[in-house]
């Protein structure tokens, strides 16, 4: 649709124009699945960034502070102040490091969202034969980075995250997973627009085969295509039921029998309201493991129309092998989010 190529333009001029997403992580909101307590040295906060681009000098990175976090401590300041100057972080792409480096400043501001900016430290003139003090700028041209404290970093793991999709998956993920928006008051004529809207297939539970990750949406079939005030005026006056738009993320496993099986991990129903108003989409960013189980985190990127946020969350999985997620962040939060 003509309305949908013009978000995607927004949602691209909104990625290319911040620099780095960045996530700041307590061990404390993290529970291993079988229910261990981690020891009190390991409860320590773990920052992690997703990292999208940095300045041409390589000397300012710059990140988004999820909403999530920013809440539980209370402000961006106290989240900028919990990352000590001179920490050191290597940057990682789907568990694997690729290089490191050293802050020597970090600034917060509001823009587009929580946004941390952090002064790269120059390596000291003893240290310049030292690789892992110089980001070499092939790498902060890599995709998919995340930016992980480096001393929680298991460099002896050989774990591959990430596989290549096969092809023509599409109508799988579909057909497998549009009943799942039902569940969240999509009536059944409507779900045969249900849009993939990302797409990675990562091994998930360590069996070396990948699962499918997608992002999917339902938009709202009578929201108005253009911005004209008048029409949508006509359109916010109608009932919130009928202004509700959908997305979720969405995991696909597939089972002993070779059938594929969709569970949501995310879900977020919106009552549009306000001109050119949408729901977000979402798309898996990252993986990390970072709790020492075998079950990786996941790092999601929530993009709205003049917003990005990031989400993580860690898996549970029960006595029966059914996966449930919850925030990192802030694990009495329900993922089921209705506004």
């Known amino acids: 649709m003509p309305f949908r190529q013009s978000k995607n333009k927004i949602h691209c001029s909104i990625a290319t124009s911040l620099v780095i997403l960045g996530i700041a992580i307590g061990l404390n909101a993290c529970v291993s699945p079988n229910n261990d307590k981690k020891p009190e040295a390991d409860k320590k906060p773990i920052p992690i960034f997703l990292f999208i681009q940095s300045s041409p000098d390589g000397k300012t990175i710059e990140g988004i502070v999820p909403s999530d976090l920013v809440e539980q401590f209370g402000s961006l300041d106290r989240v900028i102040q919990s990352i000590p100057v001179g920490s050191k972080f290597a940057l990682m792409q789907f568990g694997k490091p690729l290089g490191m480096f050293q802050v020597s400043a970090v600034r917060g501001s509001d823009a587009f969202g929580a946004i941390a900016s952090f002064k790269v430290q120059a390596p000291a003139e003893s240290d310049k034969n030292q690789p892992t003090k110089i980001l070499d700028p092939a790498i902060l041209r890599q995709p998919n980075l995340t930016i992980v404290a480096s001393d929680h970093i ?111 991990i995310l879900t977020h129903t919106r009552a549009l309201s306000y001109i050119n108003d949408s729901v977000s989409s979402y798309a898996l960013y990252g993986i990390q493991e970072i709790n020492g189980d075998r079950y990786p985190e996941i790092i999601v990127q929530e993009i709205g129309l003049n917003s990005l946020d990031v989400r993580v969350f860690t898996p549970t999985v029960d006595t029966q092998g059914k996966w449930q997620w919850r925030s990192y962040y802030q694990n009495q939060r329900s993922l089921n989010i209705v506004q």
């Open 154 to 264: 298991n460099t002896a793991s050989d774990r591959t995250y990430f596989f290549n999709c096969p092809s023509k998956i599409q109508p799988l993920i579909l057909e497998k997973s549009r009943n799942l928006f039902l569940k969240l008051g999509a009536n059944q004529a409507s779900t045969s627009q249900v849009a993939i809207a990302s797409l990675v297939c990562a091994d998930i539970d360590g069996d070396n085969q990948p699962e499918i990750i997608a992002g999917l949406r339902l938009d709202n079939p009578i929201r108005p295509a253009g911005f004209d005030p008048q029409v949508w005026k006509e359109f916010l006056s109608r009932s919130a039921l009928e202004r509700q738009e959908y997305s979720m993320l969405v995991m696909l496993r597939k089972s002993a029998n070779g059938d594929w099986t969709s569970e949501p």
